[in-house]
T-cell receptor
Framework: DQQVKQNSPSLSVQEGRISILNCDYTNSMFDYFLWYKKYPAEGPTFLISISSIKDKNEDGRFTVFLNKSAKHLSLHIVPSQPGDSAVYFCAAMEYGNKLVFGAGTILRVKS | DVKVTQSSRYLVKRTGEKVFLECVQDMDHENMFWYRQDPGLGLRLIYFSYDVKMKEKGDIPEGYSVSREKKERFSLILESASTNQTSMYLC???????????????FGPGTRLTVL
């Protein structure tokens, strides 16, 4: 039973436009959420995170939104750049416990 | 600069062979993890270790074992490799979470293992 779901396997966006990647979770005990980015032949790298006490966290072009009542979070990338093309993993954690990852979404930014 | 290294980028083994995947981190992190990444399944935790000589099963430990004799090194062992263990294996490390700290894990580049 997948506790973290990324229902879109892939997303294609034009350079300069907004990319929105979505993630749903089922475990209401999760209190911390992260996004990782992965390029081919490299390990995932941390991108941005959000605590359950917040509903928004922003870092440059990247913003993560959390809707606890809907058990949903999203990552917005504005403006999208070709270098953003990668696999994006959503991950969630219950404090002190292990991370649970989603299946990933492949983002392609076309120039 | 944070660094996690894995012994091989690509590995080809035969069914039944014993396989060792090595991971070394230079950040003095207490916690280390082994994941496998498969299309459509994301990253799944195999084993993790929160201290030297300590290990805990993750979500899919069957067919695997681990060894942590030194803080910086965490080895994943496939006792008898099978074709369904063909995958990308990723090692990660992180410091112990204190108070409201985060769980930012640092990943190695991965080992692409093919079992024939």
């Amino acid at each position: 039973d997948q506790q973290v779901k990324q229902n879109s396997p892939s997303l294609s966006v034009q350079e300069g436009r907004i990319s929105i990647l979505n993630c749903d979770y089922t475990n209401s005990m999760f209190d911390y959420f992260l996004w990782y980015k992965k390029y081919p032949a490299e390990g995932p790298t941390f991108l941005i995170s959000i605590s359950s006490i917040k509903d928004k966290n922003e870092d440059g072009r990247f913003t993560v939104f959390l809707n606890k009542s809907a058990k949903h979070l999203s990552l917005h990338i504005v403006p999208s750049q070709p270098g953003d093309s990668a696999v994006y993993f959503c991950a969630a954690m219950e404090y002190g416990n292990k991370l649970v990852f989603g299946a990933g979404t492949i983002l392609r930014v076309k120039s | 600069d944070v660094k996690v290294t894995q012994s091989s980028r690509y590995l080809v083994k035969r069914t039944g062979e014993k396989v060792f995947l090595e991971c070394v981190q230079d950040m003095d992190h207490e916690n280390m993890f082994w994941y496998r990444q498969d299309p459509g399944l994301g990253l799944r935790l195999i084993y993790f270790s929160y201290d030297v000589k300590m290990k805990e099963k993750g979500d899919i430990p069957e067919g695997y074992s681990v060894s942590r004799e030194k803080k910086e090194r965490f080895s994943l062992i496939l006792e008898s490799a099978s074709t369904n263990q063909t995958s990308m294996y990723l090692c990660a490390s992180r410091p112990t979470i204190v108070g409201g700290g985060t769980d930012t894990q640092y990943f190695g580049p991965g080992t692409r293992l093919t079992v024939l």
